[in-house]
Every structure is written in C-alpha cells, then in structure tokens.
C-alpha cells in the first residue's frame, strides 16, 4: 500500500483542523497570540490522535481480521492477544467521539470542554500503546517500547496541560468558553456561539 493511502485519516484530520483554523481565528482575539497557538495545537495534536479511532473501529467492524490480526501482535503491556484486542475496542470506542469532541472546542462550544478534560488522558495514553501492537513495531525494533513508554507519558503530561490549559479562568474567558456573568473580567469578549 503507498503511504499516501495509509495516512488518509490523518490527511483528513489535519485538513479538518486547517478549515476549521481559517474560519474560527478571525474571531479569537489575537491580544493573546499564546492562547491562541496553544488552542490550535492542542486541536491539531489531538485531532490527529482522536481520529485513529476511526481506522480501528472500521478494522473492528468491517475488517474483523485485520483487526484480530493487528492486535494479536506482541505489545508494550505484555497483555493476551485477547487483552489487547479489547484495549484497542476501548481506544476506539473512546477515539471516535473524541474526535467530534476536539473539532466542537476547536470551534469554542461550550458543552466541548467537559467531555474533552474526561477524554483527553485515556485516549492519549493509549494511542501510542495501540498505535505500536497494531504496527507490530515492539517486537521488530529493540527500542520501540521504550519508545511507546516515552510517548505514553509525554501525552499523559500533554493530557495534564491541556486540563489545565482548559480549565484556566483567563483562558476560558478568552477563547469565550464560559458565561460572561462569570468571567474574571467582564470587558475581554466573549465570542462562543453556543452552548
């Protein structure tokens, strides 16, 4: 298979971003240049994570044995073939909605905060661990669960920051992500469109 076919999912979650970028910055206000990046790639790198979701659901549901075949493979937690195969139903099951969720905030709704500080840790925690059995990579390259290890933990503390990030008064009153009866100051904008 070429590479272009592979990344296709990936394609389109950085495409999606892109979009979503062009119509929704205008809006933000750019005294915070900071904020601003740091929402967008927190977007973009999740997007991207989230979106994974989708190639092992449709594996899942419609390719069984690839499925069974991919996570069958040996992997970083020394789990059962069986183990394994559930994990990743997990990530996917999480991944997929996650996604919707990622793109709702990218768009400063409301309601997307919640489920993405619940969702963000599980799936980025996992999405190297699955990403690797499904590649087959622990078991061909020394390193690779090293590397799985370093990945699970450095998206574990991207998970932490982006909590924080999200949950930060100046923050949620910047982007508009919180009632403007609320804010720390009520003469920043608040450009939310909905709840």
């Known amino acids: 298979m070429s590479l272009a076919r592979e990344l296709i999912w990936e394609t389109a979650a950085v495409a999606g971003s892109v979009i979503l970028i062009h119509n929704v910055d205008p809006e933000l206000p750019r005294s915070r240049p900071s904020i601003r990046v740091t929402h967008w790639t927190a977007v973009i790198v999740y997007s991207l994570i989230s979106i994974t979701g989708f190639r092992i659901g449709l594996w899942f549901a419609l390719k069984h044995g690839t499925f069974v075949e991919a996570f069958s493979q040996p992997n970083v937690l020394g789990a059962s073939a069986w183990a394994m195969q559930a994990l990743a139903l997990i990530f996917a099951l999480l991944a997929i909605p996650f996604y919707f969720v990622v793109m709702r905030l990218g768009k400063l709704r409301r309601w997307a905060r919640l489920p993405f500080v619940c969702m963000v840790i599980p799936c980025g925690v996992l999405y190297p661990i699955v990403g690797a059995t499904a590649t087959g990579i622990v078991s061909q390259v020394e390193i690779a669960p090293k590397l799985t290890w370093i990945a699970s933990t450095i998206l574990f503390a991207a998970g932490c920051a982006s909590i ?29 469109k909905g709840s």
């Open 164 to 192: 924080g990030f999200y949950s930060s008064p100046s923050v949620l009153v910047l982007l508009g992500l919180t009632q403007r009866a609320n804010c720390v100051d009520a003469n920043l904008p608040s450009i939310a």
